[in-house]
Structure formats: structure tokens, C-alpha cells
């Protein structure tokens, strides 16, 4: 859901908030980008954690994410095959400390201050989920307009599917309550994490909060990897979890109970 104006329009105030985040960063042929994203990381102050995972590189990623365990700023996984975004996702979300989870793009479309503004909307609403919109005013350059027509129609489907008002769902900057992520789990292995996880929370009967968060598109030369066929897996998606229901959760046996 959109929040109204007055808390769209705010911006981090002097008090910063108290939650920690760890970032979970999925990075396949990166090795021009990793270490920047990594260095904006730590420089945001409720970010307590890194977590990359690394989806089988051939770049030099690889040897750049080691040695930055070595250093002891990140802590990291290692496919051995390339198998997508959400599969790394899911391996690195057993590597998780904090109470809260943001996915990071290993390239530099993002910029990671704007976790600030989201984990403050955290603690001022109590919220599960916070995505950060390109499409509420911060700025946003370079996207290609074949991406802008599919973020815009996949969202609209998903608002019509599941009766919710949103305005960017194949945002990268998601921020989720570690505990929320892990009840719901991650199914798909590639890009439909985005329309999965998306379902799934409505699905689960929370709301999803958007903040504004800026924007800056790299062409596929420079490397981006999602392509326009991708929307067609994301409708499936949609499609598959519009009836999606959350495992219920099994209640501890009582201390001393007998067993047959």
C-alpha cells in the first residue's frame, strides 16, 4: 500500500533509526562493481550486515568476495553453477543475523542511503515489508523504456490479481523481517523471486509499505541481465501464487508431554 504524502515526502531526520539490517547481495560477473557496493554498504548506518553470495562468477568476482571474508567485511556462499537470483537469495538467507533483510543488486543502480529512509517507515508503522519505489518521486534515470512498460504492466496485474495498490513490484530494494522471509520461504530460482515473494506477502495478509528510493539504469552493455522475456515467467508466477497460502506454523509441544 502507499503511504500517505506526508510519509512518502519524509526524509531521514537527525535520530536515525535503531533496527539492523543485514544485506543480502546476489552478484554474478561483477568484479567492476562489487567492492563499490560493498564500501556504500558499510558507510549506511543500519546496515550490520553483509551477506553476498556469490552465483558462480568467471570475472574475478570470486576472488574479490573472498578476499573481502578475509578482511571480515562480508560474510559470503559459493555456487558452483550459476542457478539466479533467487536461488542465492535463498542461500544466503541461512547466513542472516539481523532482525531485518534488504536485498542489494551487486551493481550500481541502487543507492544503499535510501535503507535509511525505509527502515525509518520500519519503526514508525511496525511494518513486515517496505519496498522502495522508483515510481514516487526520487529520481530515476536511464531505465529502458521496454523495462518501464514491464514494471508498470506487471505491477498493475499484480494490483488487479491481488486486490492491493503498489506501485513498483519488480523493485530491487525489498526490505522484509528476517522471521517473515524464512516463514514464507523462497521457491523460484530466477528472477520471478520478485513476483513470488511479492504474492506471497499478501498472501501471508501483511502490507507492503513503499518509500521512494532514486534510481540509475545501466544499459545490457554495462551489463544488466534481466531481459523483457522475463515478464512472461513473472505473470506465470502471479498466476501460480494467486491462491498461495502460508504453511501454518507448528505450535511447541508442551514440556513433559507424552509421547505414543
Known amino acids: 500500500m502507499n503511504l500517505p504524502q506526508a510519509a512518502r515526502a ?5 535520530a536515525l533509526p535503531t533496527i539492523g539490517i543485514s544485506a543480502v547481495v546476489p552478484v554474478f560477473n561483477e568484479a567492476e ?4 557496493i560493498v564500501r556504500r554498504l558499510e558507510h549506511v548506518p543500519v546496515i550490520r550486515q553483509i551477506v553476498v553470495v556469490d552465483d558462480c562468477s568467471r570475472d574475478g568476482t570470486q576472488e574479490i568476495v573472498r578476499r573481502l571474508v578475509s578482511e571480515r567485511r562480508v560474510v559470503a556462499a559459493f555456487h558452483d553453477r550459476n ?13 542472516v543475523q539481523e532482525e531485518y533483510l534488504a536485498i542489494q543488486d551487486a551493481d550500481l543502480e541502487y543507492d544503499p542511503r ?8 520500519i519503526e514508525r508503522y511496525d511494518a513486515q515489508v517496505i519496498y522502495g519505489s522508483r515510481f514516487l518521486g526520487a ?5 529502458l523504456w521496454t523495462h518501464y512498460l514491464g514494471n508498470r504492466g506487471l505491477t ?16 530491487c530494494y525489498k526490505l522484509f523481517r528476517t522471521s517473515l522471509l524464512r516463514q514464507i520461504g523462497i521457491d523460484n530460482d530466477r528472477f520471478d523471486v520478485d513476483p513470488e515473494l511479492t504474492a506471497k506477502v499478501v498472501r501471508a495478509g501483511h502490507k507492503i509499505y513503499e518509500s521512494p528510493v532514486s534510481y540509475v539504469g545501466r544499459p545490457y552493455i554495462a551489463g544488466k541481465k534481466i531481459k523483457p522475456r522475463d515478464a512472461f515467467t513473472a505473470v506465470e508466477t502471479l498466476w501460480h501464487y494467486r491462491r498461495w497460502r502460508p504453511q501454518p506454523v507448528a505450535e511447541p509441544e508442551p514440556v513433559g508431554a507424552a509421547r505414543g
Do not use: C, H, V
Not at 562493481?33 to 563499490?36: A, C, L, P
Open 139 to 143: 529520481g530515476r534515470s536511464g531505465m
Open 33 to 36: 562493481t562489487i567492492e563499490e
Open 156 to 171: 498493475l496485474l499484480f494490483n488487479f490479481m491481488f486486490g492491493r495498490w503498489i506501485t513498483d513490484m519488480e523493485t
Open 83 to 95: 542457478r539466479g537470483k533467487g536461488a542465492a537469495l535463498r542461500s544466503g538467507l541461512p547466513l
Open 10 to 14: 519524509s526524509a531521514p531526520t537527525a
Open 114 to 121: 535510501d535503507f535509511i529512509a525505509m527502515a525509518e517507515l
